[in-house]
């Protein structure tokens, strides 16, 4: 049995999993409310909390999987990238529960993660595919042959994909964090009420671009009448469009150009409604099986570092008590 720590931004999360990587207990404690004030995270507010949090959190895994301290055969955590300080706070905890035990220790990457989260949930083992990771920090489309070997096929040269609808709704007035509240008012919204431009659509190109969309909404502001819901929630459509056709097609040509027929798609940008039905619906037409993260596993969460954790362990991998937290941790070298 393995113990995960998650605190690289502004959730804290711990997890516990058997070695094969079933999921015993996963709780979360968001810090949403206490960064929509600022509109984004305040990276000492952050941790801060995860001080306060990470303790009972621990606790409460333990009660919940029904374990002993002594029971758990190696801590893990992320170490990058993400926030230092909040890093620092998940790492230091689980280093500390793996001296006091004499276990040993697992520094995980948080992108790594979210790479392997679609294979949980009885979806396992983590096989050949091509992984589409869409989350708040990243948008990158990845080649991966087995755990631990990934090719990195094509990633965004600016804005993430979930940075896009954060920024995008923050603009047009709707809460942090915006991914979700754009997802919510597109449903009631006409997606081709504005054609808003989408980058390096050129049949090759593995790149992304989201930062043309952020300044075409921007120009569009003053002809918007956003106390109208109607036309909120057609900005809103067409923006998701927008993101989602980009999103769907690059995944179709990578599958394509690896010559791989299994899909996967991570990060919380998954859990966009507007995306799983454009996902679902193509690749049935392309031939492709797609493997999507469970909602519950696709924003952060210690359940999907458990699983890593474990799937390395299996491996025969830890890591040295002095290993350090890195902001900019790659997935791939
Ligand atoms: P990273 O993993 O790159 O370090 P992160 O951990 O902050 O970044 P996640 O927690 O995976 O990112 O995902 C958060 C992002 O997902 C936010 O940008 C949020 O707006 C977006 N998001 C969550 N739900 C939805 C949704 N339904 N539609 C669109 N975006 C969403
Ligand atoms: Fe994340
Ligand atoms: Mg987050």
Known sequence: MLLALESSCDETAAAICTAEGDILASSVASQIEI???FGGVVPEVASRNHILHVRPLVEQVL???QVKLGDIQAFAATSGPGLVSSLLIGTSMAKA???AESKPFLAVNHMEGHLLSPFMAGNGPPRRSVALIVSGGHTMLIHMTGVGEYRLLGRTRDDAAGEAFDKIAKMIGLPYP???EIDKMAAKGRADAHSFPRSFMDGESLEFS???LKTAVLYELPKLDLKSESSLADVCASVQEAIC??????LVLAAKRCREKLVTVSGGVSCNRGLRAKLTARCAKEGLTLLLARPDLSTDNAAMI???AAQRFQLGHTSPLEADVDP???LVA
Do not use: T
């Open 35 to 37: 960064h929509r004030k």
């Open 210 to 212: 989201f930062s043309g």
């Open 63 to 65: 009660a919940e999987a």
């Open 245 to 250: 056709e980009v999103l769907v097609e690059k």
């Open 178 to 180: 915006g991914g979700p």
């Open 306 to 308: 458990a699983y890593a």
């Open 97 to 99: 529960l793996a001296v």
């Open 328 to 330: 900019n941790l790659p």
